[in-house]
């Protein structure tokens, strides 16, 4: 099993206006939870549900819980079916269940012991237990590490539409133990390089020239435990930079969703869970990277390098065949639609971009057009 040098943990602070936190990265961390939540407050006796899947769960549970137990907390584990198809209501219904059994009050605590869909949904369960309880988030994939975890934003999936149920909700603490990765299928590795792509596009072109160099993104053990270390710590710090300006979306924050307008249309028709999130992120990318560069707001050199990055990656790059009808429609319905007006996060260069409301239907259906080829 590929190992984490051990190192010191690196404390990223979200300095909120009412409430700050920390992002903690290190390893062991799955064997640190219990100290990490005495160090911030949390008393012994405290009633803790954490919410996983059976994927993390076998490998993780029990160290976990073994860990909250010897600081003096009482855990009560519940294992949820995993993938963005269980992102739903129901889902939110068996959180709340669990919670009155366990007989949390709103002193107690959720933790999130998963990737994306796990945190979205137990933030959300958490935002909505008595009004409002704390959550604590331990992401296990890299999208959760680089981005699902950060910033507060929780919810599950409508039918017509992703992650239109939902709630602000920051977390108490972020705690990343890259070791986890060591068990992460080599798809949802690739996936969650998407997100870190999008943060070098957005936000680091150090980042993404770190990422050029780079022979092989597809693996953990391809990239390196120092490198990745980087790499988790510039996207994490990234991240958190846009929340601190804008904690509940209301501004600069709108451009963490590049790439993801187009993508939740490819989740939203193609089926929750055809596509990984970040597999429709990467294609999302393209596809708008296509429209800045008909808008002439960035150079086809630039088009190409993103699109190069995000081969490397191993994620998909092609437009799948939807009807335009249907796409348009679905794009009207995004939670970003403002005014009845469809905003896209297009890029006027590596490291910088913008948001558009502007965009055409005609532009939009050129641009999908030329990424279909």
């Avoid at 028709?269 to 990277?289: K, N, S």
Wanted: with cysteine; net charge positive.
């Amino acid at each position: 099993m590929f190992s984490i040098v051990k190192r010191e943990a690196h404390r990223i602070p979200i300095a909120l206006e009412h409430q700050s936190y920390e992002v903690v990265i290190g390893g062991q961390g799955i064997k640190a939870i219990g100290e990490e939540l005495l160090m911030i407050g949390f008393k012994k006796g405290l009633k803790i549900l954490v919410i996983t899947n059976p994927d993390v769960a076998e490998p993780y549970s029990e160290l976990f819980i073994k860990s909250l137990k010897k600081s003096g907390f009482v855990p009560t584990l519940l294992v949820l079916e995993a993938g963005e198809g269980q992102k739903n209501q129901k889902s939110i219904g068996l959180i709340h269940d669990a919670a009155y059994s366990s007989k949390l009050e709103r002193g107690s605590l959720m933790i999130a012991l998963g990737g994306g869909v796990i945190g979205d949904m137990t933030g959300f369960a958490a935002a909505t237990w008595l009004r409002g309880i704390s959550v604590v988030q331990v992401p296990t994939t890299l999208l959760a590490m680089v981005d699902a975890s950060i910033g507060g934003k929780t919810g599950v999936n409508h039918p017509q539409g992703k992650n239109l149920i939902g709630a602000f909700h920051q977390p108490k603490l972020v705690l990343i133990d890259p070791e986890t990765l060591s068990t992460l299928p080599t798809r949802e590795f690739k996936a969650g390089m998407a997100e870190v792509i999008k943060y070098a596009v957005i936000l680091d072109p150090e980042l993404f020239n770190l990422l050029e160099e780079l022979s092989d993104l597809t693996s953990l053990s391809k990239i390196g435990s120092q490198t990745l270390e980087k790499i988790l710590i510039r996207s994490a710090k990234a991240k958190a930079k846009i929340v601190v300006l804008d904690e509940r979306e209301g501004g600069i924050r709108a451009i963490l969703n590049y790439g993801h307008t187009f993508g939740h249309v490819i989740e939203t028709l193609c089926g929750y869970g055809t596509w990984l999130h970040g597999e429709a992120v990467a294609i999302g990318m393209v596809a708008v990277g296509e429209l800045a560069l008909q808008r002439k707001n960035w150079k086809k050199e630039e088009a190409d390098r993103q699109k190069s990055l995000l081969k490397k990656a191993g994620l998909p790059t092609k437009w799948p065949k939807l009807n335009l009808d249907e796409v348009i429609n679905t794009l009207h319905g995004d939670k970003k639609v403002k005014d009845g007006v469809i905003r896209f996060v297009i890029a006027n260069k590596i490291g910088e971009v913008k948001v558009y409301n502007d965009v055409t239907k005609n532009e939009i259906i050129n641009c999908l057009s030329k990424v279909n080829e």
